[in-house]
């Protein structure tokens, strides 16, 4: 599987963002994804997951109410819609994939990444 994320950039604090996961190399529906990110000097963190056909998905606390993470079957492509962004999202953020069907919570189990995406959000 391999997985490229991109649509990271810089928004103020209120705005929106939309980041894309680009799938390719296996069935789209084979495999859960998540986003994860990382703050400089912080250690990497969960954001959110979905379910390999899109049905079940699970949020950190910091970003739920905020961010939708949804996948479209047809385009191979997932996505994570970050509303109401606050300067404590900003990271660089990593969507990565985990060949159970849940929603998964712990990076351990995701084997396939794609490369970071920058998000900055100014105050």
């Known amino acids: 599987v391999q997985l490229q994320a991109f649509g990271g950039g810089l928004v103020q604090a209120g705005g929106s963002l939309r980041l894309s996961c680009e799938a390719s190399g296996r069935a789209f529906s084979s495999y859960s994804l998540g986003w994860f990110r990382q703050a400089p000097g912080k250690v990497r963190e969960f954001v959110a997951s979905?379910?390999?056909?899109?049905?079940?998905?699970s949020y950190s606390d910091s970003v739920k109410g905020r961010f939708i993470f949804s996948r479209d079957l047809a385009k191979n492509t997932a996505y994570l819609q970050m509303n109401s962004l606050k300067p404590e999202d900003t990271a660089v953020y990593y969507c990565a994939a985990d060949e159970r069907a849940r929603p998964q919570r712990n990076e351990n189990g995701f084997v396939y990444w794609g490369q970071g995406t920058q998000v900055t959000v100014s105050s």
């Open positions: 979905i379910s390999d056909y899109g049905r079940r998905t």
